[in-house]
């Protein structure tokens, strides 16, 4: 009877919680080997090829998104690495590295896979274009610099010169990664401070480059304490944006308006002038000879509208001719007598 003290007591299993850690034994692609019925070797992850240096920071950050949503990573950043093939897993992890390998293969120009087809991992071929083209490109960062400083709005819409901002500022940060501490010993914020005044750099260039017409909104913002992240800066100057589209009429009066207060006695007296110098010319009837109308208004040709008694009798009445004074006639001048008559009355004999 004393032994049965030490009869070991048998306790239910613990149920496994329907909404516990548990439940992520549903999604298959937890397990990195696992390909989908569509993940087939001829699948296209990205749209845009890799051709140039250029198009890299859009192509790695696009194929590392693909990647990342397929739970395939690890083949490329060297966490999964290469079995013996003695292992049992050797086949599953030949298959899934061909499957990447190959998905990179479609994602790059034609020549470039060529020169990556005898690389025999995925996480070769990937660092072999991670050498190629993320290099610290001189020119290129020159080149982003000075469309940066040259960039204005112009004749674009807000959100388009927004858009055009980023896409250089992001660009540049590929190349010129902000620098972080990595001993874990800092404790002056130095990267959050640099990352703030990167963001008000952005914020004051992004206003700057606004056209006049954003002149209020720009002000304001730059008064604000704190001032704005780039994107608040964003939404309120598109709230003014269409504030204006909404409201165009009101702005042009007003700045008609203005420019009539602002004339000095000097532009009013120039404009005087110019109106002098240059008289507006009137018409002339090629019917009636009189000034003011042309043939196709003529009321003596086309008749008068009802109602137009008084002005139609005094058109109708012809004025009197001018008095125009003749010049004088030549009067008959007697004819001078003979020489001889003359003679003779002069001296009688």
């Not at 007591?9 to 329907?18: F, N, W």
């Not at 599953?92 to 120009?109: A, E, F």
Request: proline share 8%; with cysteine.
């Amino acid at each position: 009877m004393g032994s049965s003290g030490n009869v070991p007591v048998t306790r239910p299993p613990t149920p496994i919680p329907v909404n516990g850690p548990q439940q992520y034994q549903t999604d298959q692609y937890e397990n990195p080997y696992y390909l989908h019925n569509a993940d087939h070797a001829g699948l296209v992850l990205v749209l845009d090829c890799l051709v140039t240096a250029s198009d890299f920071p859009s192509w790695r950050r696009s194929m590392w998104m693909a990647l990342n949503v397929r739970n395939k990573l690890r083949f490329i950043n060297g966490t999964i690495s290469k079995t013996f093939e003695e292992h049992h897993d050797f086949g599953v992890w030949l298959r899934c590295n061909d499957i990447v390998l190959t998905w990179l293969m479609n994602s790059v120009d034609k020549k470039i896979g060529q020169s990556l087809l005898f690389i025999p991992t995925a996480e070769g071929i990937w660092k072999n274009i991670l050498s190629r083209y993320k290099q610290d490109d001189a020119p290129r960062i020159f080149a982003i610099k000075q469309k940066l400083r040259k960039i204005f709005q112009g004749s674009m819409y807000v959100s388009a010169y927004y858009t055009c901002l980023m896409t250089l500022w992001e660009e540049h940060k590929n190349y010129v990664e902000l620098p972080v501490c990595t001993c874990g010993r800092c404790e002056c914020d130095a990267a959050l401070k640099w990352e703030k005044l990167q963001q008000r750099s952005r914020v004051t260039k992004f206003l700057m480059g606004l056209n006049e017409g954003y002149d209020q909104a720009r002000r304001h913002i730059l008064m604000l304490k704190p001032i704005p992240t780039i994107e608040e800066a964003f939404n309120m100057v598109t709230q003014d944006e269409r504030q204006k589209v909404v409201l165009p009429s009101t702005f042009i009066e007003n700045v008609a308006f203005q420019a009539v207060a602002s004339m000095t006695d000097e532009e009013a007296s120039y404009i005087a002038a110019y109106n002098t110098a240059h008289p507006v010319h009137k018409p002339i009837c090629s019917h009636c000879g009189k000034v003011g109308h042309t043939i196709q208004k003529c009321y003596k040709l086309h008749g008068f509208p009802p109602g137009y008694k008084t002005v139609a009798t005094w058109y109708n009445a012809r004025p009197p001719a001018p008095f125009q004074p003749r010049m004088p006639t030549s009067q008959p001048q007697p004819r001078a007598p003979p020489m001889q008559q003359m003679v003779s009355y002069t001296y009688p004999m």
